[in-house]
């Protein structure tokens, strides 16, 4: 259901330890999978309780206030406590405030999750309580997507290496110093197809990164936009990359060339001083990693820096949402600055690429990625995917394509 907080039921909402039930894969609707998944920690959810939609620039702020009305209206027995469990909304927000995508909280009927060695079921509806499914069957079938052929999208290759030419001009003429330039490809699925082994490809493939899956968004992410636990509210900006290498010595080698590049150093920075800077209203100790590390991924190496502090105004995760979107690591440096040069360079609407994806409790905490390494599955099977990378003043165009060539291998691996 879709309606304005104010007219929402009042949810019931009862978790119950239970016996782990195995990979959480197999318990996802192979149409409309919902998922949270991280190192052993993860959320699945089944049916649909409530449905919240947002548009426009207010669309994280209105998103803050109603859930904030539902968790009142809700009746809450949750005897375990642990993140995750109680009230939970997965949700999934649009890039761009002018995006046409749709920004969604979903509240599952079911939740089944599992952390540090414990499971449960949470069953949540409007009037009585959902029953509980029969976990011992999965949703039906071996998880196999059936594979798709990537093709550029409304952005060419060609038309790229242009876009990152005039942005580098902008940037040498002091018009911003950093912007993040994305490019599209889109593939085709069949009506009804099964989502769930693209979603385990890349849980199984990328295990330290966010795996999601919220309406269709299905992707892999290594950043986290923020993380809120108890009044501590964490974060870790990744901006910076390079190609790992063909063999240990390479590998090395590129990850030594990203640590002492001043380019990376440089475009790295601004996005860390965008997230202290935003953070800094909402916590006073908010602190950085004193140098960034380099973070291994299958396919990339990354410059890092983890952020956290002490909140000292009550904020929710939510709330933290709408001060930190878009960082600089998405959007570029100053945001307004890059955000109009992005409209201007690029010939599509992002959707919910690069915006928050992640999922929030009845207290408002909750744990939240940028939408990275992600593809967009439309009910008529049209897949899009975008992938980018930050130019600034040193940017070579070529180099930056082949950047968004191996930016883009996740979703093209998961879904071929």
Known sequence: MTRPARQCPALSVETQHIDDVGPLIGLLDARQPLLWMRRGFGLVGLGCALRLEFSGPSRLADAAAAWREVAALSHVVDPLGTPGTGLVAFGSFAFSAH?????????????????????????????????????????????????????????????????????????????????VLARDVVGKLPLGADLRGAVDALGGGYPDCWTYAVDGLIGSSPETLVSVDHGTASARVLAGSAARGADAASDQD???????????????????????????????????????????????????????????????????????????????????AALTLIEKLEPFDRGRYAGPVGWVGADGDGEWAIALRCAQVAPDGTVTAHAGAGIVAESIAERELTETRMKFRPIIEAFS
């Open 99 to 179: 995006s046409a995508a749709t920004s969604v909280l979903i509240v599952p009927s079911i939740v089944i999750g599992r952390r540090a060695g414990r499971s449960w079921i949470t069953r949540i509806g409007a009037g009585d309580l959902p029953p509980a499914p029969d976990l011992g069957s999965p949703a039906g079938g071996d998880p196999v997507t059936p594979a798709t052929q990537f093709q550029p999208g409304e952005f060419s290759p060609s038309g790229y290496l242009a876009a990152v030419t005039a942005a580098v001009g902008s940037i040498r003429r002091s018009e911003l110093s950093k912007v």
């Open 254 to 336: 590129a990850a030594v060339a990203l640590a002492t590049s001043s380019k990376d150093q440089d475009e790295h920075e601004y996005a860390v001083q965008n997230v202290l800077a935003s953070l800094r209203h909402h916590s006073a100790d908010v602190t950085a990693s004193e140098v960034p590390f380099t973070l291994k991924l299958p396919n990339l190496w990354h410059l890092a820096s983890d952020v956290e502090g002490t909140l000292t105004d009550g904020s929710t995760s939510l709330d933290l949402l709408a001060a930190l979107h878009p960082t600089a690591a998405v959007a570029g440096t100053p945001t307004a």
